[in-house]
């Protein structure tokens, strides 16, 4: 029996899947034009394709090598995973019903727990430091115009 190292092709399968939602969405939602007159969907278009042909590109790497190196599942840092994907959610689920510094000091406050060594008044104090970078960068110097502070109470 063929060793096949899944743990690169399935992986690679999955980014293949997801170029090819990307590509599918912009073939769908935005106009493509043409090479010379480019339409908004043509960059998100370009992206998925791409995305496909690493993704194929990954998998087939693990089909004909079966010598790469093995992944141990002990060795995946999950608290870091875990904390990391949360702090996103949070911040998605913030920025339009909080507002922006409320989503920051979520996104921040949380994934700075990602480190096991991680302090309370650590977390406290990159989240203003933060906060006060964000602020500076985005409506003071880009001019962004968004909801600083959206309590739904």
């Given amino acids: 029996m063929v060793d096949r190292n899944y743990s690169e092709i399935v992986p690679g399968l999955l980014i293949a899947i997801f170029g090819a939602i990307v590509a599918f969405y912009a073939s769908q939602n935005y106009t493509i034009g043409t090479l010379q007159r480019m339409g908004p969907g043509m960059f998100p ?13 990954q998998a087939l790497t ?20 875990l904390f990391s994907l949360l702090a996103v959610i949070v911040f998605s689920l913030l920025i339009r019903t909080a507002g922006f510094i409320p989503a920051v000091i979520g996104v ?21 430091v933060l906060c006060a970078i964000a602020f500076l960068i985005f409506r003071v110097g880009l001019g962004m115009h968004f909801k600083i502070i959206d309590w739904p109470f």
């Fill in 108 to 128: 921040v406050g949380i994934s700075a727990f990602a480190d096991k060594g991680a302090r309370p008044l650590t977390a406290v104090i990159l989240s203003i």
């Fill in 45 to 57: 278009m370009a992206l998925g394709i791409l995305i496909v042909g690493l993704g194929f590109a």
């Fill in 62 to 81: 693990g089909w004909f090598k079966s010598d790469l190196p093995r992944i141990d599942l002990s060795q995946i840092q999950w608290r870091a995973a």
